[in-house]
């Protein structure tokens, strides 16, 4: 079975910041994914970012990156000069390769402080 | 292209009724998957269909059931509804591979009264 875990209920950061967002998962598989996604309070879930287990490099996509330590099964998201609209729920996901079955942890609230 | 379209947006049921939800997904999408969101549980896989066929199920009661249909269109039914099965249910949609993004409708939220 797979678990991802997210240690952090809630974060704030200032505008301009960079924050980190913390997620470690249990999984056996050596075929899987990874994702962040984002809620913002209208509730449509979006797509950050992805990384392929297979794949040392640390995916990037514009002010997001993350920090995959695949030994370590963790997997971070930053973001950098944050920005008010990146105030959202954001969740941490994993799927196992040949499934669409997102297995998701609870959640971090991130607040943005103008 | 339009995004997955989910409806009603809001349904209030009582307990023991039955209720259908429906999806319609990105055009050119086969594969839809729907999600249950609660406080308490957060994200919970539901079931995933492709081609019309359900390829895979998570871990809830037989009183939910989905389809889909020919145009790729899905619809979940709870029947026998409890108090528990007040959530936020998202569906999401996916196109032809097993790697391609999995994009999410707005959801429907059900309060059962």
């Known amino acids: 079975a797979q678990t991802v875990t997210q240690s952090q209920p809630e974060m704030s950061v200032q505008e301009a910041e960079t924050v980190t967002l913390s997620c470690t998962y249990d999984?056996?598989?050596?075929?899987?994914?990874l994702f962040w996604y984002k809620q913002p309070p209208s509730r449509q879930m979006i797509l950050v970012i992805r990384?392929?287990?297979?794949?040392?490099q640390n995916a990037t996509e514009n002010r997001f990156s993350v920090n995959f330590q695949k030994a370590a099964k963790s997997f971070s998201l930053k973001i950098s000069d944050s920005q008010l609209g990146d105030a959202a729920m954001y969740f941490c996901a994993t799927c196992r390769g040949g499934s669409e079955k997102l297995v998701f942890g609870k959640g971090t609230k991130l607040t943005v402080n103008p | 292209k339009a995004g997955v379209t989910q409806t009603p947006r809001y349904l209030i049921k009582t307990r023991g009724q039955q209720v259908t939800l429906s999806c319609s997904p990105i055009s050119g999408h086969r594969s839809v998957s729907w999600y249950q969101q609660t406080p308490g549980q957060g994200l919970q896989f539901l079931f995933e269909y492709f081609s019309e066929t359900q390829r895979n199920k998570g871990n809830f009661p037989g009183r939910f059931s989905g389809r889909q249909f020919s145009n790729s269109r899905s619809e979940m039914n709870v029947s026998t509804l409890e108090l528990g099965d007040s959530a936020l249910y998202l569906c999401?949609?996916?196109?032809?591979?097993?790697?391609?993004?999995?994009?999410f409708g707005p959801g429907t939220r059900l309060t059962v009264l």
């Open positions: 999984t056996s598989e050596s075929d899987y994914y």
């Open positions: 990384q392929e287990a297979y794949k040392q």
């Open positions: 999401a949609s996916s196109g032809l591979g097993l790697r391609d993004e999995q994009f």
